[in-house]
């Protein structure tokens, strides 16, 4: 092995910052999900002012992760790194003390001014302490913190909410963060303060604009209402405003996101095939615990038990694929990846019912891990890898505001399907509740009769009997929705499996090194043309 391929014992603890740091944000916003009802009922707040407690979460990182790049270039990854943990452990410390809905959500935008810059300053950090050959591995080692994280969100929420004090999710982060400080500040590599280069201001504007008001109205999901006159206002301003930061990005001398790089087909092509995945990964995130949950009446704590060992897969298997990637590169192992998570997502679509044991559904989420473990990452390496060194961190940060928008549009994608599918099926089961349909008579007949047993009138058990058959044909009817879901989950993997074929071939790493070589050598030429 070559000396400058070899990695010290320094890298590898400075690593280990930057999981911290990532697993602790990421982490954060699953467990909120699961407190949410708990903070209603603490704060006397109806469901709609609680959205805002994620809402202004959400809407504070699409705004700060497009400026990480530019202030990155002048500070340097490591004070930016130690700003962004000490912002997020301080607006946990605040969030832990909130007196009040308005406090909370005013505490969540300052967790979010840090929590936002983890992500790409620490996939930065990672390009600057490791060599290309071993670049595969240590995002591996990384991708557990962002893969696991909200697996295991739901199962340490329902512990702290039912066993401990709610409050206890912000304040668990407080000590974790003050040595993930102080860690940072001894292990991390220093850089001079650059000078100030030109704010693109307009770059900045156009694009808080854009990502905050299509992440608004995205962020509603399936209950988007259009009548509702802010929504298109909202959502045609954010489109434009998008379209005038990618006309500015591209005309700028110096541009605040350098859309240029998407001229190297990898790292564009990655971001698709990852923004698709996205989606994949919402049939197990989003429509399991509904199922789990509201269908199956499990307790958060009992779903995130549930998903746990899907969480351990993944885990395990982050680090193992990316040192498969720098051995062989993307797609051996990408592919394989795909076509189990394919197969397991159908076998999960029909997993969604009232009799799958809690042992096969643990099974099927453990294979569709596999799939995930196998295939997310790479993708993600293969794309960062063809970006010339002085450019990786405008590029991390052009990754992380697209998977932002990804992760918001699949949930938007996840829970409008499942709602109109619905409907749609408890329309055709309700045609069939008719005077010719001898099950349908016999079924109301028998629960009438059950009901007047009870004490009820011949005409108030008619009405509670028709009532209570209503009730399983929308269970039903959301049980194929569901189903129905997760089943077109599997068809964007298969999307995922054609855009992977179309990417070019990493056999080796040296291969890959004699690229990225190559890419910095016309990383100036990307900048100025």
């Not at 699961?34 to 469901?47: D, E, N, R, S």
């Not at 564009?268 to 923004?275: A, E, G, Q, Y």
């Not at 199956?296 to 298997?317: K, N, Q, W």
């Not at 069939?432 to 009138?457: D, E, F, P, R, W």
Request: net charge positive; aromatic share 8%.
């Amino acid at each position: 092995m070559e000396e400058k391929d070899k990695v010290s014992l320094n890298s590898w603890l400075s690593l280990g910052v930057v999981v911290i740091g990532t697993f602790m944000s990421i982490l954060d916003s699953t467990i909120v999900n699961i407190a949410l009802p708990k903070m209603m009922t603490v704060f006397g707040m109806p469901m709609d002012d609680a959205k805002w407690i994620l809402t202004a979460y959400s809407l504070a990182l699409g705004a700060i992760i497009p400026l990480t790049g530019y202030v990155q270039d002048i500070f340097g990854s490591k004070r930016v790194y130690m700003f962004a943990l000490t912002m997020f452990t301080f607006g946990s410390l605040l969030c832990g003390f909130a007196w009040n809905s308005a406090s909370m959500i005013a505490f969540r935008v300052i967790q979010a001014i840090g929590g936002g810059m983890i992500m790409p300053i620490g996939m930065s950090i990672i390009y600057e302490i490791f060599p290309r050959k071993k670049i595969g591995l240590a995002l591996g080692v990384w991708g557990i913190a962002a893969m696991a994280a909200p697996a295991i969100g739901p199962t340490l929420g329902g512990y702290i909410i039912e066993k401990l004090d709610w409050r206890l999710i912000f304040n668990v982060n407080v000590p974790i963060g003050i040595i993930g400080v102080v860690l940072a500040g001894i292990l991390l590599k220093g850089t001079k303060m650059q000078k100030f280069k030109p704010f693109d201001i307009v770059g900045f504007l156009s694009s808080t604009i854009g990502l905050v008001s299509v992440l608004y109205v995205f962020g509603e999901g399936s209950s988007i209402d259009w009548t509702q006159i802010h929504n298109p206002i909202l959502m045609t301003l954010g489109c434009l405003s998008l379209v005038l930061f990618v006309v500015n990005e591209l005309t700028h001398p110096d541009p605040l996101l350098d859309l240029r790089v998407f001229k190297l087909f990898d790292f564009s092509l990655s971001l698709i095939i990852t923004s698709v995945l996205s989606l994949a990964m919402m049939g197990g995130m989003y429509v399991l615990p509904l199922f789990l949950q509201n269908i199956r009446g499990y307790t958060a704590m009992e779903t995130g038990i549930i998903m746990f060992p899907s969480a351990i897969v993944v885990g395990i298997l982050m680090p193992i694929s990316g040192n498969l990637f720098d051995k062989f590169g993307a797609k051996p192992i990408v592919i394989p990846g795909l076509v189990i998570l394919a197969i397991s997502s159908i076998e999960l679509s029909t997993a969604i019912n009232m009799n799958s044991s809690r042992e096969h559904i643990i099974l099927i989420t453990c294979l569709r891990s596999v799939g995930m473990g196998l295939a997310m990452m790479p993708i993600s390496t293969a794309g960062m890898n063809v970006i010339p060194t002085k450019l990786v961190g405008r590029a991390s940060a052009l990754n992380n505001t697209i998977r932002q928008v990804a992760s918001a549009l699949s949930i938007t994608i996840m829970s409008t399907l499942i709602q109109s599918k619905t409907n749609y099926n408890y329309l055709k089961l309700a045609e069939q509740v008719n005077n010719y349909n001898q099950t349908a008579i016999s079924t109301i007949s028998t629960l009438t009769k059950s009901y007047m047993h009870a004490g009820l009138s011949q005409g108030a058990a008619k009405v509670s009997a028709v009532a209570y058959l209503s009730k399983m044909l929308q269970g039903q009817a959301t049980l194929d929705a569901m189903g129905y879901a997760v089943a077109v989950t599997a068809f964007a993997v298969l999307a995922a499996i054609t855009l992977t074929l179309l990417m070019r071939s990493k056999d080796s790493s040296k291969k890959q090194d004699k690229e990225g070589e190559r890419n910095d050598a016309k990383g100036g030429a990307v900048m100025s043309e």
